[in-house]
């Protein structure tokens, strides 16, 4: 099976600022990534899918890159509706697997 | 627009059954993969299973291959997900998701708002 793993675990951002989160594969998958986002209490939603392709309706101050075996998820400018949960998954091969998840919250 | 809707969730005994049953609207049921993806208290998510477009292939998490199955009736539009042997650990909210690509699935796209298995004596 193919390992995910996401760094940081959570981090601490103020409204503004420009966010990375980082995915690793423990194998290389290509570009068949995806990242998601969850709000407590809610389904999670699709932001990039093929590790840079954006989700029709999700804004532009995200972004999604990297192949192989690393990616990174970018928020340009930090907004108060961003503050979630957010889970990189891969689909290169069965079973498909999530991230542990990196929590963003307010500073 | 995509409508997911989940029911079948409660509380169940260790060793038990359930049946999850989830509803698609909006789309072309019959084009789709459908996955289950649950959500423990306190945890990340979790891919449980897919099952393609025509119900031709099916795959399952580790954690539940064996014990968890996953099919469809294109006819009615609806995914079911079988859990047998239900454990502690298998206590989550469960998602019904479409797939985002075509015949060849991908990742899960549009998602349902869940239904809660809790498995407690």
């Known amino acids: 099976d193919i390992q995910m793993t996401q760094s940081p675990s959570s981090l601490s951002a103020s409204v503004g600022d420009r966010v990375a989160i980082t995915c690793r594969a423990s194998?290389?998958?290509?570009?068949?990534l995806a990242w998601f986002q969850q709000k407590p209490g809610q389904a999670p939603k699709r932001l990039i899918y093929t590790a840079s392709s954006l989700q029709s309706g999700v804004p532009s101050r995200f972004s999604g890159s990297g192949s192989g075996t690393d990616f990174t998820l970018t928020i340009s400018s930090l907004q108060p509706e961003d503050f979630a949960t957010y889970y990189c998954q891969q689909y290169k091969s069965y079973p498909l697997t999530f991230g542990p998840g990196t929590k963003v919250d307010i500073k | 627009q995509v409508q997911l809707v989940e029911s079948g969730g409660g509380v169940v005994q260790p060793g038990r059954s359930l049946r999850l049953s989830c509803a698609a609207s909006g789309f072309t049921f019959q084009n789709y993969g459908m996955h289950w993806v649950r959500h423990a208290p306190g945890k990340g998510l979790e891919w449980v299973a897919l099952i393609w477009y025509d119900g031709t292939n099916k795959y399952y998490a580790d954690s539940v291959k064996g014990r968890f199955s996953i099919s469809r009736d294109n006819s009615e539009n609806k995914v079911y997900l079988q859990m047998n042997g239900l454990r502690a650990e298998d206590t989550a909210v469960y998602y019904c998701?479409?797939?985002?690509?075509?015949?060849?699935?991908?990742?899960?796209?549009?998602w349902g708002q869940g239904t809660l298995v809790t498995v407690s004596s």
């Open positions: 998701a479409r797939d985002g690509g075509g015949t060849i699935p991908t990742s899960p796209h549009y």
């Open positions: 194998q290389g998958i290509s570009n068949y």
